[in-house]
């Protein structure tokens, strides 16, 4: 085959060399604009991973550049007069002018032909090529001219960078956060070679526009970096090599993805590679190591295939398809890393102290967890478990032991939970007229003597017309109320567990079926007239509601505050105020399913006022010292609706009227919502109201293990964590999740205790055996 690779970078060079090493009839070019051994860019990262299957594909390479790796273990933050180390993260680094000086060297040796100084204006300059790898970069020339066919996706970031470097020698991965008059600037710092550290400063745009960054010349940003971070730099000097660029050098990161990697020009197949094909941002140091894996795949699919031109279609189509899954996996975990440093300064850096800021920064990519820290470095972890420990008021066992943090106690106004876990509400659907009776009592009181600290009911209804369905509980008479203090009782008198109940009014969601016969599907008979912000019903064959007017209000606050004094007759220690998922207060907060014109549709303010004002009233004859969380969706996946920034804006205003915490859900607002589903997938809504609008919050949403749980407090992520679906699956998920972290001192009921014994010796047990 004739190929021919636009571009010597790290993915043209590496797929060359092979190939050819794979099969030496291979005619094989790489047209590279530079000269050789000439390149801009300081140092890369590489992960372990990578390197073991470079080793695989091409050991003498690998031996070269082993040779020349730079490996360090430790990362250090710099933050507000503090420096704090751990250890045990494992990085190696390799000055890219290095790195692709070993493979040009490795490439000729091989026999591949090294055009340098040619800038290349298409593809079809070599008609004769059986494929052009498109290996030409981020601002890939060939992937412009067909950008119909592979259709990028393109988002520019926020921040801006500069990458920029010292002869200072760094022994860590070295962060440093300095706050100027115009807001927050970060360094990070990781040595490459035996003289020099590679030194990226990045900050927000308005930080860079208010200090004149964009007008000041290169050597204007590298003087106000070298003034900034003197400390860090210690008398050592910025340099750039960057001088090819124009104007100011400081640049905004743009996520590439593209809708298809290949295409047949006439005479050739062209196919991306590389940054042609898509990014990684710096903050995982990740572009190098995805360029390398896509040149491997690519030399892997010819081989499965067959070395022969007619087998380049299939193998185009495979390489594609695997490299996509793992290309996103990157992505995704480059995405959080990136957005934790383009907030870092609202969010973090003037909330957090010190020593949880280093906890959230290790754990931003949400792919490192707590037990994984533990692995890296057990002693660090434990002084933070400590620390943290600390903050909730728990001392130190004898032996100097704490809980982790998921075991920590919580308290808000005067109730005190025993730990961070609270199950979720659930609605089960298997009341009778509302009443809590038999079911109710087994299926709660179960969870309440499984461990979680507060056991919420079900959305409990403040009318019969506000329910879900006929067999959703309700809190409007006597009978209900006495039903609820049974249960309380129960969990008073037999645990150390507190109750919440949540209130909601279910509005145009209301009268369908129970979930079992038909999710969200009206009742064909015995519904009720529905309520709503406004006429619109959830589905197309739903009732359409009414649209709310004075009198419904007054109706409904009534309800609700009635409701409320029948809680407080039951003796239960929290209440939520249910303004998600779609049912009647959060039908007013979303501008999907609120389009009044009159105060209560609009902006925020009059969005939220009829919300606030049930709010209100509900805490005005709630006991003072037992607190109210809100629950809100805080992202409605739909084009128009609210985001997590609306959300934000929401909490702040129940912040204001007193509510204790906010409960981040999200989404079944609007039926068509298209969510993005994974591992603590709310969390970040969690993360952004806690740490912005500064309200304690709940996480919820697939957090499903104690590791989970303990990521989340322990970086400030959330104050508390629900747990819904795991707790139907195990009612004492609490009790067996403690055990399975190894953590013996968690208190089962004392009925239960030879079943604790047997339970941790047979896990030991297993793991012994593992
Ligand atoms: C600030 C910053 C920090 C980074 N840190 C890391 C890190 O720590 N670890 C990591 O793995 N990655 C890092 N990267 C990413 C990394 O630089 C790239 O992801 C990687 O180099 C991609 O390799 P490539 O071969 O696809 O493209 P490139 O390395 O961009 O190579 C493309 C080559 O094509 C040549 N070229 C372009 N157009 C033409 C043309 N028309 N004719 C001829 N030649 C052409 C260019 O001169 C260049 O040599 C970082 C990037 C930035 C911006
Ligand atoms: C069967 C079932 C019923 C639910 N009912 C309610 C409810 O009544 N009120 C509520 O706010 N959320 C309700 N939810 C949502 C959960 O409280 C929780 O937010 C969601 O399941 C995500 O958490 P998980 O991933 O731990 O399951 C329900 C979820 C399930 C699975």
């Known amino acids: 085959m004739r190929i021919v690779c636009i571009g010597g970078g790290p993915a043209g060079l590496y797929f060359a060399l092979l190939m050819k090493k794979q099969n030496p009839a291979h005619e094989i070019s790489v047209v590279e604009r530079n000269r050789p051994y000439d390149t801009f860019g300081w140092g890369v990262v590489f992960s372990d991973a990578t390197m073991e299957a470079m080793r695989a594909w091409d050991p003498e390479s690998a031996a070269e550049i082993e040779d020349a790796f730079n490996h360090w273990d430790d990362i250090e933050v710099w933050f507000k007069g503090t420096r704090q180390r751990t250890s045990g993260h494992g990085f190696v680094g390799i000055g890219r002018k290095k790195l692709l000086n070993i493979l040009q060297r490795r490439c000729e040796a091989l026999g591949v032909e090294l055009v340098f100084e040619t800038e290349v204006a298409s593809d079809l300059d070599y008609p004769d090529a059986d494929l052009v790898i498109a290996s030409d970069g981020f601002n890939s020339k060939i992937?412009?001219?067909?950008?119909?066919?592979?259709?990028?996706?393109?988002?520019?970031?926020?921040?801006?960078?500069?990458?920029?470097?010292?002869?200072?020698?760094?022994?860590?991965?070295?962060?440093?956060?300095?706050?100027?008059?115009?807001?927050?600037?970060?360094?990070?710092?990781?040595?490459?070679?035996?003289k020099t550290s590679t030194f990226i400063v990045e900050t927000t745009e308005d930080a860079y526009e208010k200090h004149g960054l964009g007008q000041m010349d290169q050597q204007g940003s590298i003087d106000f970096c070298q003034d900034l971070f003197s400390e860090v730099l210690d008398g050592a000097k910025l340099m750039t090599n960057a001088r090819h660029l124009r104007g100011s050098a400081w640049l905004n990161f743009n996520r590439l993805i593209c809708g298809k990697w290949s295409h047949f020009n006439g005479h050739s197949h062209v196919v991306l590679m590389g940054d042609a094909a898509h990014t990684a941002h710096f903050a995982i140091g990740s572009g190098t190591k995805l360029a390398i894996d896509d040149a491997i795949e690519l030399t892997n699919q010819f081989n499965r295939h067959g070395h022969a031109k007619e087998q380049i279609p299939a193998v185009l189509e495979d390489y594609e398809e695997i490299r996509r899954v793992d290309v996103a996996r990157i992505?995704?975990?480059?995405?959080?890393?990136?957005?934790?440093?383009e907030v870092v300064g609202r969010r973090y850096a003037d909330t957090l102290p010190p020593e949880q800021f280093m906890y959230s920064m290790l754990t931003r990519s949400q792919r490192i967890s707590h037990e994984n820290l533990r692995l890296r470095d057990k002693a660090w972890l434990e002084g933070y478990e400590r620390w943290f420990a600390s903050q909730a008021g728990v001392e130190p066992s004898a032996d100097g032991r704490v809980p982790p943090p998921m075991f920590t106690p919580y308290t808000m106004r005067g109730v005190t939970l025993k730990n961070r876990i609270v199950m979720s509400p659930m609605a089960m659907y298997s009341a009778k007229d509302g009443v809590l009776d038999d079911f109710h009592l087994v299926h709660l009181g179960a969870r309440a003597l499984g461990g979680a600290a507060l056991v919420f009911g079900e959305m409990t209804c403040v009318s019969p017309d506000a329910r879900i369905t006929p067999g959703c509980l309700g809190l409007w008479n006597e009978k209900q109320a006495e039903g609820w203090k049974r249960f309380v009782d129960f969990v008073h008198g037999n645990s150390t567990a507190k109750v919440g109940i949540q209130l909601g009014h279910a509005g145009r969601k209301g009268a369908t079926k129970l979930a079992w016969e038909g999710i969200d599907q009206p009742l064909q008979t015995g519904d009720w007239p529905l309520i709503s912000a406004s006429a619109l019903p959830y589905l197309k064959n739903s009732q359409v509601p009414k649209a709310m007017d004075r009198a419904d209000m007054d109706r409904v606050k009534a309800d609700f505050v009635r409701a409320t004094e029948l809680a407080v007759t039951t003796g239960a220690d929290w209440l939520e105020l249910h303004c998600a998922h779609g049912y009647l207060l959060s039908s007013f907060l979303s501008p999907l399913t609120n389009r009044r014109t009159d105060e209560y549709g609009g902006s925020h303010e009059n969005r939220a006022r009829y919300p606030l004002g049930i709010f209100n009233a509900i805490r005005a004859v709630w006991p003072k010292d037992k607190p109210i969380s809100v629950r809100l969706s805080c992202h409605d996946w739909f084009e128009g609706g609210n985001t997590p920034d609306d959300a934000a804006i929401f909490a702040q205003m129940f912040k204001d009227a007193g509510a204790d915490m906010i409960d981040c859900s999200s989404g079944q607002v609007w039926k068509e919502e298209k969510p993005v589903y994974g591992r603590l997938f709310?969390?970040?809504?969690?993360?952004?109201?806690?740490?912005?609008?500064?309200?304690?919050?709940?996480?919820?949403?697939?957090?499903?293990?104690a590791d989970h749980a303990n990521s989340v407090i322990a970086a400030g992520r959330a104050d508390l964590c629900a747990v819904a679906r795991p707790h139907l699956a195990d009612p004492a998920w609490?009790?067996?999740?403690?055990?399975?972290?190894?953590?013996?001192d968690v208190a089962w009921p004392k009925q239960y205790y030879s079943g604790k014994q047997q339970y941790e010796t047979n896990l030991a047990r297993a793991a012994a055996a593992k």
């Open 143 to 194: 992937r412009n001219r067909y950008h119909e066919v592979f259709e990028p996706d393109l988002v520019t970031r926020p921040n801006r960078y500069i990458w920029l470097g010292t002869n200072k020698l760094y022994d860590a991965f070295t962060f440093d956060f300095r706050k100027t008059d115009h807001g927050w600037f970060q360094a990070h710092i990781y040595k490459f070679d035996d």
């Open 331 to 341: 992505q995704n975990a480059a995405r959080n890393a990136m957005e934790w440093f």
């Open 682 to 705: 709310q969390t970040p809504f969690s993360d952004k109201i806690r740490n912005e609008v500064g309200i304690p919050t709940i996480a919820v949403g697939a957090i499903s293990e």
């Open 734 to 744: 609490v009790l067996h999740e403690a055990a399975r972290i190894g953590l013996t």
